[in-house]
């Protein structure tokens, strides 16, 4: 069980088939980021969220403006999250589709001051420039704080043949050193789910010692 100081990270990966190498970058982001913090002694926990199984709910929240439990559940814990990995496939050089969908249906002010970490892929570095003309500029927006580094991985990267002067493996582990070390700068991040215990019978307090103070114990 997570202590009460454990940070919180939602993976959001908008790759569209299954597997998709926007999840596989997503998961390396993810485990060099929680390597980066176990070095720090600090406690993590990872929440990995697939858009395209939210696809039908994100359209149907854009539709009707209200968001079905699923995703109810899911926008919750990307927005109480302490920090945010997110990775999109760049099609006609940009994000897709999905993944601003699902920006779309976040409250303006759920990610401020949220530190996060871009990754995009796709199937030539000609896209890479996308993270910054188009992706960064969307978090910054939404006031956001995503970190200097963006991931970008091209087919080749996976394959041997890319970037030799900045390997894949050297932006990852770089981009996860710079959002371990703004996760570690804040103090965790407090729920702020109603029926959370802890908000109304404080952090480490259970429904037992309500009940024990009720008794006159």
């Not at 496939?89 to 996060?116: C, E, M, Q, R």
């Not at 030539?124 to 978090?139: C, G, K, M, N």
């Not at 991985?153 to 002067?165: F, L, P, Y």
């Amino acid at each position: 069980m997570a202590t009460a100081s454990a940070r919180r990270i939602a993976v959001i990966s908008a790759g569209l088939s299954n597997p998709s190498s926007t999840r596989l970058l997503a998961d390396r982001l993810a485990a060099a980021t929680a390597k980066q913090l176990a070095e720090r002694e600090i406690e993590v926990e990872v929440d990995v969220f697939e858009l395209r199984d939210y696809a039908h709910d994100i359209t149907n929240n854009l539709l009707t403006g209200f968001a079905p439990p699923a995703l109810e559940s899911m926008v919750n814990a990307v927005v109480s999250a302490d920090a945010v990995i997110a990775v999109t496939p760049i099609f006609s050089t940009s994000y897709s589709g999905l993944f601003k969908s699902f920006i779309d249906v976040l409250d303006p002010d759920a990610l401020t001051g949220k530190p996060v970490l871009i990754g995009a892929n796709a199937g030539t570095a000609r896209h890479s420039l996308a993270i910054d003309y188009a992706i960064r500029p969307l978090f910054t927006y939404l006031h956001a704080e995503p970190v200097s580094t963006g991931v970008f991985a091209a087919s080749s990267d996976w394959g041997g043949a890319g970037d030799q002067v900045a390997p894949l493996g050297e932006r990852v582990e770089r981009g996860a050193r710079e959002l371990a070390e703004a996760i570690a700068r804040r103090e965790p991040a407090k729920s702020d789910d109603p029926f959370d215990p802890a908000n109304y019978l404080g952090d480490g307090r259970s429904f037992g010692h309500l009940l024990g103070g009720l008794a006159g114990e």
